[in-house]
């Protein structure tokens, strides 16, 4: 059971071998070590040899000749990314408060996920009584539990996860980018950085045919200022045919970027001769070319750091940031996972704050307004309602009576009752919604306009089957519902441009020798395209929930 420990800290035994396959076949977005007896060899191996989560099988037999019969099946994963998304995340859990609660909730949670683990408990213990944010770049080259948890946080975009590592996320990224400051000082204009890796050969057709566009990681990106060190994992021996050696060659300009986050981290690590240099979240990178290369029997994937994933993001965000004196950031973190589609996830860590001694008082109807928005798009309208209507009812209950906040709710009602055919009742909610959304914002506030685009969808609702928008808390994606806004329409160009994204998968693997593997790192590719559309086609899209 230790030794076990030594390789993953989570073990699950399982005597039933149906039920075992039925576990494996749950596993979605984790990779499986799977270890079996040889006598189930047979059984087991038929069903699940094939499936994408399981990462290695190792057959437990005592006869010597059948000890090499071990199959290693790898895959990548290949779902969609996120980028917008995770650029949000990003911007959010910097602003989260990270005081002495965010680093007792992170130590609780590896205390509990590494009970019985000696070693691991050992680090915790350390780290809770030693740990300073400018260690963070020294903790997160150990390793520990520390860079086990928070990869595997970061490779799964696992929110709950995510949120409670967040006390040493935001540390690790404020420390890069300080030794940023510092690396820009040093007069280095052009750095060139590797990173070797074993690739697919469907990965590498993908990222051939994305030639001049971004790649985008979703985590904190390892390289090395050593070619030689990049070249000893690609070309370290495989017995795998479905893959190839590639060396990525990145160019990093210091006077063109200024977002692009990277440093030196050499001296904080036990490995000081790799020469790692570590980049910050969501860093991006524009693929300038691929080629093979014969002389170091590789291909060769040249890249550019760049700065034009980050600038279409921070205008996506400074759209989203609207009204944002009004809510607070655990609330707009929730609200993020509602964006992303993780309506269960979401509902748990609303019910959470409300467990929570720090969440403020006033926030406990927007809590609820948010957990009825959840509802609302799961299809549970009856429950939502139910939300809806108890967040409503604490607003006007308040003292002072919170007339200003009770319009989201209630235009929230009125969508509800709009969704069930009842639209008299609909429509005399949104416009009481409305008198309150003009008296505290005014006539062309994203509020009024947002209500405005309900009562006009009510009005042909006879004749289609567009549905009513949601007015969560905020505008969290105020750039979709501009765009898909009807009453807004109108005072804009109609032949204003608009950015489109499509978002594939690639990843990247790391750079260190074998001994010291790196978590493997998913990226996106995006690109960036811009459309004419007219007003009549606008008016034509589906009407998308916005906050």
């Known amino acids: 059971m230790n030794e076990l420990r030594q390789i993953n800290n989570y073990v699950v035994f399982q005597t039933d071998?149906?039920?075992?396959i039925d576990y494996i076949k749950s596993i979605t977005n984790e990779k499986i070590f799977l270890v079996t007896s040889g006598r189930d060899a047979k059984s087991i191996l038929k069903e699940v040899h094939e499936l994408a989560q399981i990462d290695s099988i190792f057959i437990f037999c005592f006869k010597s000749e059948n000890q090499q019969k071990e199959k290693t099946t790898r895959d990548l994963s290949k779902e969609s990314a996120e980028f917008l998304w995770f650029q949000m995340f990003k911007d959010v859990i910097l602003r989260l408060p990270r005081g002495n609660h965010a680093k007792q909730q992170m130590i609780e949670f590896c205390q509990h996920y590494y009970r019985g683990n000696e070693k691991?408990?050992?680090f915790i213990r350390e780290f809770k009584h030693d740990y300073k944010s400018n260690m963070a770049i020294r903790w997160y080259t150990k390793e520990t539990f520390l860079y086990k948890s928070v990869n595997k946080a970061l490779r799964t975009e696992d929110i709950e996860q995510l949120h409670t590592f967040r006390f040493f996320i935001t540390d690790l990224s404020l420390n890069l980018a300080a030794e940023y400051e510092k690396l820009k000082k040093k007069g280095e204009k052009i750095i060139m950085l590797y990173r070797g890796l074993i690739m697919e050969h469907e990965e590498l057709e993908t990222l051939k045919q994305?030639?001049?566009?971004?790649?985008?990681?979703n985590g904190f990106l390892s390289t090395s200022r050593s070619k030689e060190e990049a070249l000893e994992f690609a070309t370290?021996?495989?017995?795998?045919?479905?893959?190839?050696?590639?060396?990525?060659?990145?160019?990093?300009n210091i006077e063109e970027t200024d977002s692009t986050i990277f440093a030196d981290i050499a001296e904080f690590s036990d490995y000081p001769h790799e020469l790692e240099v570590l980049f910050d979240l969501g860093s991006t990178f524009e693929i300038v070319s691929i080629k093979k290369d014969i002389e170091l029997s590789l291909w060769l994937i040249k890249l550019n750091a760049s700065d034009k994933g980050s600038k279409v993001a921070k205008e996506h965000i400074e759209l989203n940031r609207k009204d944002e004196e009004e809510t607070s950031l655990e609330l707009i973190f929730g609200r993020l996972l509602?964006?992303?589609?993780?309506?269960?996830?979401?509902?748990?860590?609303?019910?959470?704050l409300m467990l929570n001694d720090y969440t403020q008082k006033d926030d406990i109807a927007k809590i609820n307004n948010l957990i009825g928005s959840a509802y609302y798009n799961k299809g549970d309208l009856d429950k939502a309602l139910e939300y809806y209507e108890l967040a409503y009812?604490?607003?006007?209950?308040?003292?002072?009576v919170r007339i200003k906040d009770s319009a989201r709710p209630l235009t929230n009602i009125g969508l509800i009752y709009h969704r069930k055919g009842q639209y008299d009742r609909a429509l005399e909610l949104y416009l009481k919604s409305i008198k309150i959304f003009e008296t505290y914002y005014g006539k062309e506030h994203i509020k009024t306009t947002k209500t405005l685009t309900n009562i006009d969808v009510y009005e042909s609702s006879s004749s289609?089957?567009?549905?009513?928008e949601l007015d969560y808390e905020d505008e969290t994606c105020a750039s979709a519902s501009e765009e898909s806004s009807p009453a807004l329409s109108a005072s804009r160009a109609s032949s204003a441009?608009?950015?489109?994204y499509t978002v594939q998968m690639a990843s990247m693997r790391p750079t260190v020798p074998i001994h010291r593997v790196r978590e493997p790192m998913k990226t996106a590719v995006i690109r960036l395209t811009q459309k004419q559309t007219t007003d009549s086609e606008e008016d034509a899209e589906e009407q998308s929930c916005i906050f």
């Open 236 to 252: 370290k021996p495989t017995k795998r045919t479905d893959s190839v050696p590639v060396l990525y060659e990145i160019q990093c």
């Open 497 to 500: 441009p608009r950015l489109q």
């Open 393 to 400: 009812n604490l607003m006007m209950n308040d003292k002072p």
């Open 17 to 20: 071998l149906e039920a075992c």
């Open 120 to 122: 691991e408990l050992k």
């Open 464 to 468: 289609t089957s567009t549905s009513p």
């Open 210 to 217: 994305n030639e001049g566009n971004l790649i985008s990681t």
């Open 338 to 352: 509602i964006d992303m589609g993780q309506y269960d996830q979401s509902l748990k860590y609303f019910q959470s």
